[in-house]
Structure formats: C-alpha cells, structure tokens
C-alpha cells in the first residue's frame, strides 16, 4: 500500500515537472522566434539604408514599358574649377537612360584642358548602352557670369533641360521619375530643392519680402520655388532669361553673384502663373559647403526676392504645398 502511494506520488511529481518544462520549452521558442525576428528585421532595414546611400553608382532604374518611345532630355552642368567632382558627376549622369546630351557652362578664365575634355569623351562612350549616344560639348564663356547656365544653346535638341551643379548627385531613378513629372506639365519647373518667399504686410508701405530656407519648408509644408541646382525646365525659359527678363536682374546677378536660381523662379512664375512642382529625391552633395553656408546669405537672398519683385511690379511667386512622389519606391506615400 505504501509502495502504491509512493508511485503515485512520484507520477504526480514527474507529470508536473514534464509540464513545467514543456511550458518553459514553448516560452524559450517564442522567445527566440520574437528574436529572430528582431534581428531579420534590422539586418533588412540596415541594408536597405546602405542600398540606398550607394544607390547613384550601381543601381539601374526600373524604367516604365512606355518610357522608351518618348524623346529624352539634356543635362547643363554648372561648374567652376572642380574638376573632380565634375568627372564624378559626367560618370554618374552620363549613365541615366533617357539622357540625349551633356552641356557643361564652362565660365573659366582658360578653355577645358585636352587631358579633361578626352577624358570626360571616354566616360561618356564608355556608359553608353543598346547602342545609345549621349553627346557631350562644352559651353565656353568669355565672361565669368552666373547668367551663362541660362544663356540659349544652338544645338540644343530636346526640349527638356536639367539644369544640375557639378556637386550634387541624384539616383539616374529620381531623374527619370522628376522627367515624367515634368513631361505633365512641361511649363512648370520641377525640382528637387524648394525654397519659399515669406510675406509681411506693412500698413502704408505694401509688402515686405523674406526668403525662406529649408527649414522653412520642412515645418509648413510650403513652397513657392525650386532651385535650379537641380530642376528641369522647358529650354524656351533660356532665351526668354537672356532676351526678355529685364537687364537689370541680369546685371544685379552678375554684380551680386547670388540668386540667378531666384530668378529663373521668377521669370517662369511671371510666364506660367503657376507654382513649381517639388519631386522627392535623396541628394547626395559631393562638394564642400557653398556660398548658402556663408554669413548673410538669407539677407542676401532676401535683397534679390525685393529686387525682383520691384522690377516686376508684383510678386509672380505662386505658393503651393504639392510633392511629386514615386510611390514605386516608398512604403508610405
């Protein structure tokens, strides 16, 4: 009888260890299975981070099936002595799909040396695929001027122009996506970097002008411009810039060497009526700080919105609050 109630004590004991540890053993596996998890998910996000930050050198845009039937675009390339980033800009963008032709305004004192002019030919060839042809010609001029990036170019056959600064960089995918935006509306600008105008009414003394920066669109979702570092634009807009904005911006241009992109802003706004378009895209700047990093600069920035409003007569900035979005491209759009 003893022995009976030993053995059933010790089932007893035995059927409650084994559950004891089979619940353990379930709980230890949703453990390991909440890690696993965990850990996938941020080896995902880590590559997808690193994809892309690399995104500009090695990755091909998927483009759309109707996309090779439509006429492509050209590129003019501000620069001014940095000729390697000038060789890593030609190498990234002269691999881009539906580009026709490379403008590069060239205002130095000297022509393009035989060694950089060669060398930038070779990239060029050396990118071309399924028996494209992308031209590349250097825009020589005399005068050290910020108008020379919108002087009219003679052979210039697309309609198309993106105007784009030699520091900066954007996957050949967001320049394909913004030349779609722009074929929409092929009168507007469409561009990467927005910026805005502020007004503050004055009693008596009309309006009183403030430029706005990124940050200043980044918290009201507001813009009334982009610039022209990186925007496509109608060609027509070039000689409309040369021959029939007023002389004056021209020349405050050239003596402030500041805000011509302020002034292509204005010059389509006064010819359109309509705001920009602002595409979202990564960019890349490959260059040291620029004149915006520069003390004053939104004072003097602020001076040529005045400046031009004045010579206008009114204000053509239009403000709008729209962004282009590839959503092929985005969890959340």
Known sequence: ??????????????????????????????????????????????????????????????????????????????????????????????????????????????????????????????????????????????????????????????????????DVIFPCSSVEFAFDVWQSAPDTMVGFVPRAHWVHSLKGNGDKFEYGGWWSVWWTGTYSMVLSKAAFFHKKYFGLYTNEMPASIREYVTKKRNCEDIAMSFLVANATGAPPIWVKGRIFEIGSTGISSLGGHSERRTECIHKFAAEYGRMPLVYTSAKAVDSRNSWFW
């Open 1 to 166: 009888m003893r022995g009976s109630c030993w053995w059933l004590k010790f089932n007893r004991r035995a059927e409650q260890r084994f559950r004891q540890l089979l619940i353990s053993s379930v709980k230890s596996v949703k453990i390991k299975i909440l890690l696993c998890c965990c850990i996938a998910l941020t080896l995902f996000l880590l590559t997808c981070s690193a994809s892309a930050f690399a995104v500009w050198t090695n990755q091909s845009p998927v483009l759309t099936p109707h996309s090779a039937s439509r006429k492509g675009y050209s590129i003019v390339m501000n620069t001014w002595k940095r000729y390697d980033l000038l060789k890593q800009s030609i190498k990234h963008y002269s691999s881009c799909p539906r580009l026709e032709s490379i403008h590069i305004v060239w205002s130095e004192p000297s022509p393009p040396s035989e060694f950089l002019s060669t060398f930038l030919h070779h990239v060029v060839q050396s990118n071309a695929k399924d028996g494209r042809h992308v031209k590349l010609k250097f825009d020589i001029n005399k005068e050290d001027s910020l108008n020379n990036r919108f002087k009219p170019i003679k052979d210039l056959e697309a309609d198309a122009v993106f105007s784009i600064d030699d």
